[in-house]
């Protein structure tokens, strides 16, 4: 495939977006560059490179090829069966509502499922395994968060998505909030050494979220996405002052790549898991999944 060729592909996909899905998709690219400078300028662990390993797994493989298919799985098979089964989006509960209202409806409530949603991966040995390949990173940064497996992405992009077609909403809503969870992902991962104070009660960041991706106590805590609340309103917050996170990623081995990653969440289970895959050893915990810790 030439330069030419991808251009006209790249040209005929914005030809057919929406205002707000021009802008949304911008503002996901412009967020990307910037994060990604101040990666540069204000890092949190210091020397992680930009080009790190599976840097080409997930932005080409996950970002974009993993993207591009699930968004048709997601809203051309499932959300538009639903729909057809149900007929409910005739009724357009939401559509007399205004955009910052729905908007807000969603984010607030989608990000309330998504932290028990994480909890339960880390308690449950067959939700773990849809899990893992997000906590593989052993370097956290801008681009990490989108390695997710796709059956974990099936399943919380259609519980993000089809509530807002069924119920109605304008359809700018979907862009919106596409935007704004693809930029609080690549924030709360992102590589910066940022102090929001109080705001980390509420806006979730990476001082917290890093946390969460380190081997060690900090995994078993900072389930929230978004907004940190759920963690302080739940107990499961580690916030220990002056100390910073490190050692990301897993102690038990892990596929490097795209389709080792995907087929490996489908490899049998075995007794000894139970003994051999604790992330730190044994915690005191009695788990009964090889790799998660629980909360
Ligand atoms: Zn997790
Ligand atoms: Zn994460």
Redesign the pocket.
């Known amino acids: 495939m030439t330069s030419h060729s991808i251009a006209v592909i790249v040209r005929d996909v914005f030809a057919h977006m929406s205002i707000v899905e021009r802008f949304s998709l911008a503002t996901i690219g412009a967020s990307a560059v910037l994060l990604a400078l101040f990666e540069r300028i204000i890092p949190y662990t210091k020397g992680q490179r930009f080009l790190r390993e599976g840097f080409f797994d997930d932005f080409a493989l996950y970002t974009i090829a993993q993207n591009y298919v699930l968004s048709i799985v997601i809203f051309s098979i499932i959300i538009a069966r639903l729909d057809t089964i149900g007929g409910l989006s005739r009724f357009q509960v939401l559509a007399q509502w205004p955009l910052w209202l729905q908007v807000t409806l969603f984010v607030v409530t989608h990000d309330f499922y998504i932290y028990w949603m994480?909890r339960w991966?880390?308690r449950n040995r067959f939700m773990w395994r849809l899990?893992e390949a997000?906590?593989s990173p052993t370097s956290v940064d801008w681009l990490s968060g989108s390695r997710s497996h796709c059956l974990e992405i099936l399943i919380n992009q259609t519980v993000e998505f089809a509530p807002i077609v069924l119920l109605g909403a304008s359809p700018d809503v979907i862009p919106l909030k596409g935007a704004i969870s693809a930029v609080w992902g690549m924030y709360i991962h992102a590589n910066l050494n940022v102090r929001t104070g109080p705001l980390q009660w509420v806006i979730n960041g990476p001082e917290m979220h890093r946390w969460?991706h380190s081997m060690g106590k900090g995994m078993r805590s900072n389930f929230s996405t978004k907004l940190a609340i759920w963690d302080w309103m739940f107990g499961t917050a580690y916030f220990p002052p002056g100390q910073r996170a490190s050692a990301y990623g897993m102690r038990t081995w892990f596929p490097k790549h795209y389709l080792g990653q995907t087929l490996y969440a489908f490899r049998r289970f075995r007794w000894h898991d139970r003994s051999r895959a604790l992330p730190t050893g044994n915690l005191g915990l009695q788990s009964d999944d090889a790799s998660a810790v629980r909360p």
Do not use: E, L, T, V
Request: cysteine-free; aromatic content about 0%.
């Open positions: 994480h991966q880390h899990h997000h906590h969460h």
